[in-house]
C-alpha cells in the first residue's frame, strides 16, 4: 500500500513499482495486472497509477500496448558506446555470455556500380558478401551482412565461422582498420533479419550501417549488422564545444 507523505503520490507509486521490479515481482515481457487491479493494490486512484505508468513508459521501464495491457520491457542485455569501434563478439564477451555463428552465407560477384563507389574499386573486382548470425550463448542476437573486397579477405570465409572479419582482414599486417563512420535506422520489422534471429513483430530491429576505413583513408568493410533492439542498446558521449 502506499502511505502518504511529503511527496505526490504518482512519484510513490513510481518508486514502489520500481522496487517491485527489482524484487523479481514483475517479469520481463510480463503482463502487468490490469489498472483496476493494481490500483487497487496500491490504495490510489486510477488517474494516479497511470500518471506513474506514463512516466515509467516515457523512462522506457514499461510498454503500453493500446487494447493489450501494460508489459515490463526486457532490459538490453548488451550496451556499448556509439563511439567504441568494438566487434560483436567483444560486446557479448563483456556480458560474461559466449559468443558463436549458426548461419553462413557466402557470395562472390563481380563489382557493381554501387560497390565500386563504396570501395572505390574497379569493374574487375570481385565482392564478397558474408551473412552470418551471432549468438549470444546460442541465442541469436545480430544479423550480419558484411562485404569486402575479395583482394583483401587473407583468409578462407569459411573460416569466419570462429574468427572475427577484422581478424581477416589485417592478418597479413598490411591493413589496419582504425575507424568507421556510422549510422543507425530503427527498423519496426524485417522479413528476412526478423525470422532469421527468431522475433516477431513486436520486436524492433535496430540496424547499424559501418563503413570501415584503414590509417590511409581505404573502405575496406562495409557492415550492415541488425541488433535486436531487446537485447542491444547503443549510447554516445557527447562533450560540449
Known amino acids: ?64 500496448k493500446h487494447g493489450v495491457g501494460t508489459f515490463l520491457k526486457a532490459r538490453p542485455l548488451f550496451t556499448s558506446g556509439i563511439e567504441e569501434l568494438s566487434s560483436v563478439s567483444s560486446m557479448i564477451r563483456a556480458a560474461g555470455m559466449e559468443p558463436g555463428t549458426i548461419f553462413l552465407e557466402v557470395s562472390d560477384t563481380l563489382a557493381t556500380e554501387e560497390s565500386m563507389e563504396k570501395f572505390d574499386c574497379h569493374k574487375e573486382d570481385s565482392i564478397v558478401t558474408i551473412k552470418r548470425v551471432r549468438t549470444a550463448d546460442g541465442e541469436p542476437v545480430v544479423y550480419c551482412v558484411d562485404q569486402v573486397n575479395k583482394k583483401n579477405l587473407q583468409t578462407e570465409a569459411t573460416a569466419l565461422m570462429k574468427h572475427s572479419i577484422f581478424d581477416a582482414l589485417e592478418k597479413n599486417g598490411e591493413i589496419h582498420i582504425t575507424q568507421a563512420i556510422a549510422h543507425i535506422e530503427p527498423v519496426g520489422y524485417d522479413q528476412e533479419a526478423s525470422s532469421i534471429l527468431r522475433c516477431g513483430v513486436d520486436v524492433p530491429l535496430l540496424v547499424l550501417l559501418q563503413k570501415h576505413y584503414t590509417e590511409t583513408g581505404e573502405m575496406v568493410l562495409y557492415s550492415k549488422n541488425y541488433f535486436r533492439a531487446d537485447k542491444f542498446s547503443f549510447h554516445v558521449v557527447r562533450k560540449r564545444v
Open 1 to 64: 500500500m502506499i502511505k502518504a507523505d511529503q511527496r505526490h503520490l504518482y512519484v510513490q507509486v513510481i518508486e514502489h513499482i520500481k522496487q517491485d521490479i527489482e524484487a523479481g515481482v514483475f517479469k520481463e515481457n510480463e503482463k502487468f495486472p490490469s489498472e483496476f487491479e493494481l490500483a487497487r493494490t496500491l490504495g490510489v486512484s486510477r488517474a494516479t497509477l497511470r500518471e506513474a505508468l506514463r512516466v515509467l513508459e516515457e523512462e522506457k521501464i514499461i510498454v503500453r
